[in-house]
């Protein structure tokens, strides 16, 4: 399932665009892949060519202020272990609860990330900052799975780097600011996701060590820690992985021989 934001609307009012709308292919392409050009950048340009405009003219009228490099910085929401385990096991009502408090909790954090970390930096140097007050242009993808294929309940919120003062000019969201908020918008998702999980529940958490030396995480009660190892397994798989192929580099030789990639010195080869 992939739809847009809430800013989606009050980012494009003259497109008649609703927040929850299907993101289509050519709307990615253009917003994230075209360098920051409006998702109806296509649509637009026929438009202005049909009234006579130039191409070049035509074409600017779809672009969302100066091309940018970096168009987008996506987000991971996914609950801790314990809850997609209670929400891959659960009985329907348990499930839509859960997904219903992962929904609000993205949800929360998506208008404090618009409220207290993206500005629009604009002027010489980027000397002036706004927030965009028409709040950030993100499109969301659910998904039900993990790349093992084991049942993982996350979304993805990709999130357009081009907002709109309020003078209606397009400019930049400063992605300094959204990369560094990352770790604390995550935070932010858990603590919110299981306070709500806990209460339309009846649950408690309790903190419990994942990581030896590092600070604990808080999970549901009662979910067995050997279940959450059990989902973890790709953690070990890359280790695996990792391990073989640092073998076959270490070990790769020559038609002749000597090991590929074996370091040089001034005085030749290294010894083998």
Known sequence: MSRWGDGWAAAWPCSNSRAGEEVTEAQLRNLFGERGRHPYADRIEADRLAVGDSPKKAYRAGALGRQVTVTGVDFVFRPQPTIYLLWAFGDEETRREIEAAHERAIERVLEWIEDEVAVIRYGKDGIYRVRPPGGLVAARFRHYEARSGRPLLHDHLLLSVKGQRLDGKWGSIHTTALHENTVAASALYNELV?????????????????????????????????????????????????????????????????????????????PS
């Open 194 to 270: 299981a306070a709500e999980v806990c209460e339309e529940l009846g649950l408690a958490t309790e903190p419990r060590t994942v990581t030896p030396g590092r600070r604990p995480v808080m999970e549901i009660v009662g979910v067995p820690h050997e279940l959450i190892r059990w989902t973890s397994r790709r953690s070990d798989q890359i280790a695996v992985c990792r391990e073989d192929l640092e073998h076959e580099y270490v070990t790769a030789v020559k038609d002749d021989g000597t090991l590929r990639f074996c370091p040089s010195s001034p005085s030749g080869p290294a």
